[in-house]
T-cell receptor, first 117, second 113 residues
Framework: SQTIHQWPATLVQPVGSPLSLECTVE??????LYWYRQAAGRGLQLLFY??????ISSEVPQNLSASRPQDRQFILSSKKLLLSDSGFYLC????????????????FGEGSWLTVV | GENVEQHPSTLSVQEGDSAVIKCTYS??????FPWYKQELGKGPQLIID?????GEKKDQRIAVTLNKTAKHFSLHITETQPEDSAVYFC????????????FGTGTRLKVLA
C-alpha cells in the first residue's frame, strides 16, 4: 500500500531564517506531488505541484520554493521566512496517469505546523 | 481563475439529525470531486468522492450528489454522531497538463450530543 510521510511535524522558526520541509511517498512510482498551505481556520491553498523529477509548477508567487530531487521526494523551502508564512503545510500525492481521463484521488500527509516568530 | 465555493462555513446539528454541505465549482471541465474530513492537527482524510459520469454515490451514512449542469455538488451525512464533528472540505479537479485540485474553504461541523 502507498504511504506518505512529511517532516518535521512541528517547527518554530524566527523571521528571516531558512525553511526546509520534506515529503516522501512510498509504494508508488511517478506520482503527482503537491504542497498545500492551510492558514489558521482557513481552506487549503495549492502552492506547488510536480509531475516529475525537476518539474515544478508554482501556483502562488511568494518567497517559498519547491524541489523534487527524486521521484518520490518533494521539498518545500524558503531562504528567508516571513511572519505570513506561518501555517499548516500539507504534502499530497496522486497517481500520475488518470484513469479514463478523470482526475485521481489525492492523498495527504499528516502535515507540518510552522510558526514563524 | 478556478474557484470552489463551500457553504456553510459552520454547521451545528443535533446527534441523529442530517447534515448537508454544498459546494459550487467554476470550471465546467472539472470531472472529479472528492470530500475530505479533517480532524484537529491532522491531514485531511478522503471520505467519499464522485466522478462526473455519475450523479450520486453513497457509502453507509455518507452520500454525495453531483449536478453538472448547475456545477454544484453536495455532501449528505445522515444519522450524525459526535465523532462526525470535524472540518469538511470539498474539492474539484482542474486539468492543466495534469490534474490539480482546488479546495473549498471548509465547513466546521459540530454534532451536539
Amino acid at each position: 500500500s502507498q504511504t506518505i510521510h512529511q517532516w518535521p511535524a512541528t517547527l518554530v522558526q524566527p523571521v528571516g531564517s531558512p525553511l526546509s520541509l520534506e515529503c516522501t511517498v512510498e509504494g508508488t512510482s511517478n506520482p503527482n506531488l503537491y504542497w498545500y498551505r492551510q492558514a489558521a481556520g482557513r481552506g487549503l491553498q495549492l502552492l506547488f505541484y510536480s509531475v516529475g523529477i525537476g518539474q515544478i509548477s508554482s501556483e502562488v508567487p511568494q518567497n517559498l520554493s519547491a524541489s523534487r530531487p527524486q521521484d518520490r521526494q518533494f521539498i518545500l523551502s524558503s531562504k528567508k521566512l516571513l511572519l505570513s508564512d506561518s501555517g499548516f503545510y500539507l504534502c499530497a500525492w496522486s497517481a500520475l496517469q488518470a484513469t479514463g481521463g478523470i482526475g485521481n484521488t489525492i492523498y495527504f500527509g499528516e502535515g507540518s505546523w510552522l510558526t514563524v516568530v | 481563475g478556478e474557484n470552489v465555493e463551500q457553504h456553510p462555513s459552520t454547521l451545528s446539528v443535533q446527534e441523529g439529525d442530517s447534515a448537508v454541505i454544498k459546494c459550487t465549482y467554476s470550471d465546467s471541465a472539472s470531472n472529479y470531486f472528492p470530500w475530505y474530513k479533517q480532524e484537529l492537527g491532522k491531514g485531511p482524510q478522503l471520505i467519499i468522492d464522485i466522478r462526473s459520469n455519475v450523479g450520486e454515490k453513497k457509502d453507509q451514512r455518507i452520500a454525495v450528489t453531483l449536478n453538472k449542469t448547475a456545477k454544484h455538488f453536495s455532501l449528505h451525512i445522515t444519522e450524525t454522531q459526535p465523532e462526525d464533528s470535524a472540518v469538511y472540505f470539498c474539492a474539484a479537479s482542474v486539468y492543466s497538463g495534469t490534474y490539480k485540485y482546488i479546495f473549498g474553504t471548509g465547513t466546521r461541523l459540530k454534532v451536539l450530543a
